[in-house]
């Protein structure tokens, strides 16, 4: 073989390399994503959870997130991310008063120091309150004594306001970040780490017609969906958004209720669930 023959194998053999490399990113981001859990309670194994093995990521690639056994409750909670806001959140609570959904609000400490009537609002309208920490940091950028602190400092301020029972056992942390050793400051003092079970991104700039069919589309039983306060798209799209579900057969519950209603691991292995 020639010099030049050499090197076209050569560079044949790294660009297969690449591709193969690639590929596997692609899987293991994959299989991440499969396996991310929606609730990591203070008793659960963190890093079995987050760092799952070999075996398991290999059969949510082959049987995707497959619940163990039987069918799950069509039992769906809208979640609230941030604030309160002087507008929005306002509109949003009386959108879903009208709605008769009550919902989870992850409210931002500091936020809901300056906006207390807000935040009473939000509890008068039947609706739950629960931790976003005290001041929306990157957790994951933290020690566990900074997150300790954003964690009770956050629930001791809304907790003045309103004495809601959630704010003591749930947390989500801001923009979803977060580490094995953030969820094991979280543990530490006695929250539950509440994630999703669908995104349908109305944090970036998108219509009404996206979110609502993402959620379409991803829908699970049982079902915790990331959405956020101040977006008034997200707004817009509530009325769709409960009427399908509604005829679909689901019920509209907080998050504590859903807790107290099934399992933390029925809600990691949800029941795919698409409305159409």
């Known amino acids: 073989m020639g010099i030049r023959s050499k090197r076209v194998a050569a560079l044949a053999a790294a660009l297969l390399l690449a591709v193969l490399a690639y590929g596997g990113y692609r899987l293991y981001l994959r299989t991440n994503a499969l396996a991310a859990p ?3 309670t203070p008793a659960m194994d963190a890093h079995q959870l987050l760092s799952p093995s070999l075996a398991t990521r290999w059969e949510r690639l082959v049987h995707g997130n497959a619940p163990p056994g039987g069918p799950r409750p069509k039992l769906i909670a ?23 959904v009550p919902a989870t609000f992850f409210l931002i400490g500091r936020d809901g120091e300056q906006y207390p009537e807000l935040v009473r609002r939000i509890a008068a309208g039947g609706n739950e309150i629960a931790d976003h920490t005290l001041t929306h940091p990157n957790l ?18 809304l907790r003045a306001i309103v004495p809601d029972p959630a704010l003591r056992t749930m947390l989500r942390p801001p923009h979803g970040r977060y580490t094995e ?3 094991l400051a979280i543990q530490s003092v006695g929250y539950d780490v509440i994630l999703w079970t669908d995104d349908p991104g109305d944090w ?10 993402h959620m379409r589309r991803f829908a699970t039983a049982p079902e915790i969906v990331l959405l956020h306060s101040g977006k008034r ?5 509530l009325p769709q958004i409960v009427a399908r579900y509604r005829a679909a057969g689901y019920t509209f519950v907080t998050v504590g209720q859903l807790l107290r209603r099934v399992s933390p691991e029925q809600l990691n292995h949800p029941l795919k669930a698409p409305l159409g």
């Open 78 to 100: 809208l979640t609230f991310d941030d604030g309160p806001y002087p507008v929005d959140t306002p509109l949003l609570v009386d959108a879903l008063h009208d709605l008769k």
């Open 204 to 213: 970036r700039s998108v219509s009404m017609q996206t979110i609502e069919a």
């Open 181 to 183: 050793d953030t969820v």
């Open 140 to 157: 994951d950028q933290l020690d566990a004594a900074a997150v300790r602190h954003e964690v009770e400092e956050g629930a001791r301020v």
């Open 233 to 237: 798209t997200t707004i817009d799209a």
């Open 38 to 40: 929606a609730v990591i």
